[in-house]
């Protein structure tokens, strides 16, 4: 009887929605389990897509910042190089300009040394009469001058014509070796720059 009563329809109803109710809750609570685990990851995975959102801002700053440093370093550098080669143009133009003007006396001087050359050569052979005293010479005696003293008035144009001639060709070789200096350190600013 206990056994029937056990198995009636009613109890079996009862213990079917007992077992049904007890599988329920026990569903809802792995169901909530699983869902406080989905939530934790869920907010593990916006911390971390935050995080590198955050990372990825901070590089693209450091990027920005490291980029314009560079461009102001790069702008500070051609400044630097122009505001040089402008210097050296500079100076290799007055170097030039001053070489010139040294070589213009030189040949202004070589060309004096000769013509008073030609005229002491002129005068100690009796082509031309010692009416100007000549430039650079000891003063010409009123009486006609011996030719030993013409002789070493001769040897002493000479000798500066030659002086005058070797200063000439040290200035153009001056000329050439500032020349030449000038173009190679154009050549290397240009290069560096």
């Not at 995975?45 to 700053?61: G, N, P």
């Not at 010692?130 to 000891?138: K, S």
């Not at 070796?177 to 154009?186: D, I, N, Q």
Request: hydrophobic content about 40%; overall charge positive.
């Amino acid at each position: 009887m206990m056994l029937a009563a056990a198995f009636s329809p009613s109890s079996f109803f009862l213990w079917l929605s007992i077992t049904v109710t007890l599988m329920t809750m026990m569903s809802m609570a792995v169901l909530r389990k699983s869902e406080e685990a989905l939530q934790k990851n869920k907010l593990k995975l916006e911390d971390q897509i935050l995080s590198q959102q955050h990372d990825l801002i901070r590089t693209r700053e450091a990027a920005s910042a490291w980029r314009l440093e560079m461009q102001r370093q790069f702008d500070a550098y051609r400044a630097d190089a122009s505001k040089r080669i402008a210097d050296a143009e500079q100076r290799a133009a007055a170097s030039q300009q001053h070489l010139e003007e040294t070589l213009k006396r030189a040949w202004k001087t070589e060309c004096d040394l000769r013509s008073a050359l030609e005229r002491a050569l002129k005068l100690s052979t009796g082509e031309v009469e010692a009416t100007t005293p000549l430039p650079q010479l000891p003063a010409v005696p009123e009486v006609c001058p011996s030719v030993p003293a013409l002789t070493d008035a001769t040897d002493d144009l000479r000798t500066a014509l030659a002086a005058s001639e070797q200063k000439v060709a040290d200035l153009v070789q001056q000329l050439s070796v500032e020349r030449f200096k000038s173009r190679r350190t154009m050549a290397k600013l240009r290069r560096e720059s």
